[in-house]
């Protein structure tokens, strides 16, 4: 295998079709859609693949904004790259970059699936086109309906500030909605005859402060007011919370979410509230993987691109972690603001996604990624060590084998 002419073959088709890319980044960008409605993202993503010829299937898995684009030159691996699309509420819009994961990701399928034919490169490109990871997941729903069935390897790229880096792990997510439901009374006249649903949305808070000591390190928790219903003179007869979890591992989220219900127990318990409680969406922790970490970083280097050392840790949370927990996968973070670090999902990082730092993030997303899947093609036995290795990081975070390859 020669990496050296895998990049220049890479490097050329994608300077040729990089205005197309950036015209699907600034086409995203300028029409930003919430999850599960990236009608226009998806679509554009669509005929983008279908023209470069590859086989494409919308509403994958029975989500309307879902597609996967497949191409197959012979009998080889199937390497997977996940494109994500859905922008923040809240006026945040793409806050977190999905525009540039999108547009990387198309550039890189276009450059891999020129590379496997220049090359005569045997196995199988599929382009996962994933709505909503930010809330619902939808690479969870993928998953789980069995889309991914035949991936062998899984890839996506993510914009970051300070220096661009191979993500190692990252936290478990949960969020649950808490409602409480009292009764009204004029505060005034008649107190004895209500249920004050404020009253337990208060004793829960104070229960969680109690519970925090009790949490193991790392484990994080942001609990918050969604609606009161108060009224002037009135008891207020409802009441909802929401409130999310993160934590290190599955089992550490796990154990806080016990705490937590009992936390919205107590507000009920004090009041007299009815309480409902439901778990709304939940990812797992990212498990890095070495084998495919380092094809990716040398093909960065390659393009001279500075790199933090090792597969340094991170706090957030991405549906992506699920995946890597049957997937042999990686997510690395390419700067779009090498000089300072600063938070994603702020007005401040959205500034810098149509920034030249931006634009150089998007290409070389798109080169790295198109590299480092034409090299997994060609060493099948790169392939059996990033299986092996997910088995040894789930048997040393998890004590035993909780899943295994079919």
Same mark, same amino acid.
């Given at each position: 295998?020669?990496?050296?002419?895998?990049?220049?073959?890479?490097?050329?088709y994608?300077?040729?079709?990089?205005?197309?890319?950036?015209?699907?980044?600034?086409?995203?960008?300028?029409?930003?859609?919430?999850?599960?409605?990236?009608?226009?993202?998806?679509?554009?993503?669509?005929?983008?693949?279908?023209?470069?010829?590859?086989?494409?299937?919308?509403?994958?898995?029975?989500?309307?904004?879902?597609?996967?684009?497949?191409?197959?030159?012979?009998?080889?691996?199937c390497?997977?790259?996940?494109?994500?699309?859905?922008?923040?509420?809240?006026?945040?819009?793409?806050?977190?970059?999905?525009?540039?994961?999108?547009?990387?990701?198309?550039?890189?399928a276009?450059?891999?699936?020129?590379?496997?034919?220049?090359?005569?490169i045997? +196995?199988?490109?599929?382009i996962?086109?994933?709505?909503?990871?930010?809330?619902?997941g939808?690479?969870?729903?993928?998953?789980?309906?069995g889309?991914?069935?035949?991936?062998?390897?899984?890839?996506a790229?993510?914009?970051?500030?300070?220096?661009?880096?191979?993500?190692?792990?990252?936290?478990?997510?949960?969020?649950?909605?808490?409602?409480?439901?009292?009764?009204?009374?004029?505060?005034?006249?008649?107190?004895?005859?209500?249920?004050?649903?404020?009253?337990?949305?208060?004793?829960?808070?104070s229960?969680?402060?109690?519970?925090?000591?009790?949490?193991?390190?790392?484990?994080?928790?942001?609990?918050?007011?969604?609606?009161?219903?108060?009224?002037?003179?009135?008891?207020?007869?409802?009441?909802?919370?929401?409130c999310?979890?993160?934590?290190?591992?599955?089992?550490?989220?796990?154990?806080?979410?016990?705490?937590?219900?009992?936390?919205?127990?107590?507000?009920?318990?004090?009041?007299?509230c009815?309480?409902?409680?439901?778990?709304?969406?939940?990812?797992?922790?990212?498990?890095?993987?070495?084998?495919?970490?380092?094809?990716f970083?040398e093909?960065?280097?390659?393009? +001279?691109?500075?790199?933090?050392?090792?597969?340094?840790?991170?706090?957030?949370?991405?549906?992506?972690?699920?995946?890597?927990?049957?997937?042999?996968?990686?997510?690395?973070?390419?700067?779009?603001l090498?000089?300072?670090?600063?938070?994603?999902?702020?007005?401040?990082?959205?500034?810098?996604?149509?920034?030249?730092?931006?634009?150089?993030m998007c290409?070389?997303?798109?080169?790295?990624l198109?590299?480092?899947?034409?090299?997994?093609?060609?060493?099948?036995?790169?392939?059996?060590?990033?299986k092996?290795?997910?088995?040894?990081?789930?048997?040393?975070?998890? +004590?035993?084998?909780?899943?295994?390859?079919?």
């Amino acid at each position: 295998m020669d990496k050296k002419a895998i990049r220049e073959c890479v490097e050329n088709y994608v300077n040729g079709i990089w205005k197309e890319m950036w015209n699907i980044s600034e086409y995203i960008f300028q029409n930003p859609e919430v999850g599960m409605k990236e009608y226009k993202a998806a679509a554009v993503q669509c005929e983008f693949l279908g023209k470069e010829g590859f086989c494409v299937e919308r509403s994958a898995g029975n989500l309307d904004t879902a597609f996967i684009g497949n191409y197959q030159r012979g009998e080889g691996p199937c390497i997977a790259l996940f494109s994500e699309y859905d922008c923040l509420p809240d006026g945040l819009e793409h806050a977190c970059g999905h525009n540039l994961i999108a547009a990387a990701t198309m550039g890189a399928a276009a450059a891999a699936k020129r590379t496997m034919e220049e090359m005569d490169i045997r +196995g199988k490109l599929m382009i996962v086109g994933a709505p909503d990871e930010e809330f619902t997941g939808g690479k969870i729903t993928l998953l789980k309906k069995g889309c991914l069935d035949q991936v062998d390897a899984a890839m996506a790229v993510h914009p970051t500030s300070a220096m661009s880096r191979v993500a190692g792990g990252n936290y478990a997510y949960l969020t649950y909605q808490c409602e409480y439901i009292g009764k009204s009374a004029h505060s005034g006249s008649r107190p004895w005859e209500g249920i004050n649903a404020q009253d337990a949305a208060l004793l829960f808070f104070s229960a969680l402060g109690c519970a925090r000591q009790m949490l193991r390190d790392g484990v994080r928790i942001n609990a918050y007011v969604k609606d009161g219903m108060q009224h002037e003179g009135t008891i207020s007869a409802y009441a909802k919370l929401g409130c999310d979890i993160s934590a290190p591992d599955i089992f550490m989220l796990e154990e806080a979410a016990k705490r937590i219900e009992q936390c919205f127990k107590c507000g009920a318990v004090g009041t007299g509230c009815e309480l409902r409680f439901e778990r709304k969406e939940s990812s797992k922790n990212r498990i890095p993987n070495g084998v495919i970490g380092e094809v990716f970083r040398e093909n960065c280097l390659a393009w +001279g691109e500075p790199m933090m050392e090792g597969m340094p840790d991170d706090t957030g949370g991405e549906d992506l972690g699920d995946v890597s927990h049957v997937i042999p996968a990686i997510n690395p973070h390419l700067t779009v603001l090498p000089e300072r670090k600063i938070s994603l999902h702020t007005p401040e990082f959205r500034e810098h996604v149509l920034t030249p730092a931006g634009e150089h993030m998007c290409l070389l997303g798109a080169e790295t990624l198109a590299a480092t899947a034409v090299e997994l093609m060609t060493q099948p036995e790169l392939l059996v060590k990033a299986k092996e290795e997910l088995q040894e990081r789930l048997k040393s975070l998890y +004590g035993k084998e909780y899943f295994k390859y079919q």
